[in-house]
């Protein structure tokens, strides 16, 4: 007997599921970046998701990639390393609900790369569910811009600003390399190309090897980044990134829950109202069109 297809739907929950993993790493990263700074965080961690993620790569190897599918791996490392090195700046410099907030500009931008790049059909219920999670985040940046959080915080959200256009055009890679290699794959080659990137700026910046009380935070991170990649990879690989790209603000829920329980950051009613317009929009744009499954036929 044949297994049915998964449906869009289950790889939207699957995708969901992949963000709270992410929005736990960032948090772990946080502590860390304020700890033992920005490059030595993610230059440890991305030696232990090598690790972790070999271990499973090499149990299911079957040869190495095809020279163009290996170039996109290659390309979207270099890719996160940028864009990772940008947001852990700027989320040790801002509250980690306000930087998840500013980030929420990356799915509203991979819509229309989507279309452009991928070719996908943008339906009016997705973008108008975006729209909505959007003015959400609108709500919640008017009363956190409120507080006066000084030269840095401006110069952390700038960072993290950076980081969402470059995450925007990795919300479309994922989507071409997901359809190109499996899960494993995938992390392996990330944690390999960041690893690399990274140790290119260790004669300039240097490091030591951090504290041994750090290193259970610095396998979490690790861990969860590499869970975190395996389920997004498997829901993109299932559905299109015009579709998936709502999940993304579901971070925002578990970054005021985490700030809140780790760093003391407080939610305020515009905090409140804006998570009630995400989570309504993300339901929207869980109930997919009839006509999804076409377009992702055709996409793929």
Not at 202 to 225: E, F, K, Y
Request: proline letters at 5%.
């Amino acid at each position: 007997m044949i297994p049915p297809r998964p449906t869009p739907a289950l790889a939207f929950a699957v995708g969901t599921l992949g963000i709270a993993l992410f929005s736990g790493m960032d948090a772990i990263m946080k502590g860390l970046v304020l700890a033992i700074g920005v490059y030595a965080t993610m230059l440890w961690r991305s030696f232990v998701g090598v690790g972790l993620s070999g271990l499973g790569y090499g149990l299911s190897w079957k040869g190495w990639p095809e020279r163009k599918v290996l170039r996109l791996h290659v390309e979207r490392g270099v890719l996160t390393s940028v864009m990772g090195l940008l947001f852990f700046w700027g989320i040790g410099h801002v509250p980690l609900a306000q930087a998840i907030a500013l980030a929420f500009i990356a799915p509203l931008i991979a819509l229309f790369l989507a279309a452009v790049l991928l070719g996908e059909v943008v339906g009016k219920r997705t973008v108008g569910a975006s729209l909505l999670a959007f003015a959400g985040v609108v709500v919640i940046f008017i009363g956190q811009a409120r507080a006066d959080l000084g030269r840095e915080a401006l110069l952390g959200s700038l960072a993290i600003l950076a980081s969402a256009v470059l995450y925007a055009i990795n919300i479309i890679m994922m989507r071409r390399q997901s359809q190109a290699a499996g899960p494993l794959e995938i992390a392996f080659f990330q944690n390999v190309t960041v690893s690399l990137v990274l140790l290119l700026a260790l004669p300039v910046i240097g490091t030591t090897l951090p504290p041994l009380q750090h290193w259970p935070a610095l396998l979490a991170a690790a861990a969860l980044s590499t869970l975190s990649l395996l389920l997004l990879s498997w829901a993109y690989a299932r559905a299109e990134a015009s579709y998936l790209a709502a999940t993304e603000y579901t971070a925002f829920l578990w970054a005021a829950l985490f700030g809140w329980l780790v760093f003391g950051e407080h939610l305020s009613g515009f905090t409140l109202a804006g998570a009630g317009l995400i989570v309504t929009g993300c339901l929207l744009a869980a109930r997919s069109p009839q006509a999804a499954n076409p377009h992702l036929e055709a996409a793929a």
